[in-house]
């Protein structure tokens, strides 16, 4: 029954490990020892998720794809990430407010998604709702100390929240409008308690989900997948 | 290190109920929210525990290395201190 239930599961995998992978990259480059675990932290939690996420969408799928099949042997345009999370990591402000903008979608998703029909998805919901939350948390944190922080960390967090914002409204897409409301509360809060200033709604990216991706997709995956495309099935 | 905005801060956790805190480390941090959540970060990746203290390193007054013979010499004298002289009835089982 590959299509829409398999889709969908797919793009929250991709979503996850795009996004772990991402903050993967911070490791030995932190600004802190402190929060360099706090990124590796956040990161293999959704590393997990992606996990338990392309087991289940290889069930679904039914062709015997697994875990490393499914992350280590598709191609970009085979990825329905959304384009937010495939963003470079810039600098540290960059790195906190993609976080926080997904973040502040996340919880409240994989919240209402413990209560969905599907058994198996609603369990994976449940462990992620708690690390989601703590994402959120954690990043809002940091958004408000660096807004809300000198004249430099204020600069490049408002350069951060403003470059990204555009890749924000692609969240909503595919059924999502509902969570909105309670995004843009959460957002609201935080920008404002950070001094900074919240863009104006103007025209979205989009694609992410059919598989029209940004250039910076591609490098995340040649760095990925390497070893499984040169060494398929490699074991250590 | 000693940096005037992200001092130091001791931290302790509790590693279940009913157990006392026990000092685990240190993190930097500009304050104590921050440094509860560096703590959680640094310290408890591995379930070590369900309560967590953070205390300025400052506000610690420590017994001074040179002074520990007068302080602590005296009691190492003193054996009869040590509860291990009493027969412990059978009927308290393990202690």
């Known amino acids: ?236 | 290190m000693t940096d005037p905005l992200m001092p130091l801060w001791e931290v302790f956790i509790r590693a279940k109920a009913g157990l006392s805190h026990r000092h685990v480390g240190s993190v930097h941090a500009a304050d104590a929210e921050m440094a509860l959540t560096a703590a959680r970060d640094v310290y408890t990746r591995r379930g070590e525990g369900v309560s967590l203290w953070v205390v300025p390193s400052g506000a610690i007054t420590a017994s001074d290395p040179g002074d520990e013979t007068e302080l602590f010499e005296p009691a190492t004298a003193k054996p009869y201190r040590h509860p291990t002289f009493y027969t412990v009835p059978k009927e308290v089982g393990d202690m």
């Open chain 1, 1 to 236: 029954m590959a299509g829409a239930p398999f889709d969908y599961v797919l793009g929250l995998a991709d979503d996850a490990l795009i996004l772990g992978h991402r903050l993967s990259e911070w490791c030995g480059h932190a600004p802190l020892l402190e929060e360099e675990l706090a990124l590796a932290n956040i990161g293999l939690d959704l590393i997990g998720q992606a996990r338990a996420l392309y087991d289940y969408a290889g069930a679904i799928e039914g062709k015997g794809r697994d875990q490393d099949a499914l992350a280590y042997r598709r191609d970009a345009a085979q990825f329905g990430n959304l384009l937010l999370v495939e963003q470079p990591n810039g600098d540290f402000a960059m790195t906190v407010a993609r976080q926080f903008l997904y973040s502040a979608f996340a919880a409240p998703f994989w919240r209402e998604t413990t209560s969905a029909k599907d058994a198996t998805l609603a369990g994976i919901a449940t462990e992620a709702t708690h690390q989601a939350a703590y994402h959120l948390r954690h990043t809002a944190d940091w958004l408000i100390r660096l807004g809300d922080g000198t004249e430099e960390s204020h600069c490049r967090a408002q350069a951060a929240i403003d470059a990204l914002w555009p890749y924000t409204g692609e969240m909503f897409e595919s059924g999502h409008a509902s969570l909105r409301p309670e995004w843009d509360k959460t957002i609201a809060t935080v920008l404002v308690e950070a001094t900074l200033t919240r863009p104006k709604d103007g025209w979205m990216q989009t694609g992410g989900r059919s598989g029209r991706h940004s250039e910076h997709l591609g490098y995340i995956l040649a760095e990925l997948q390497f070893l499984q495309r040169a060494y398929p099935d490699a074991k250590w």
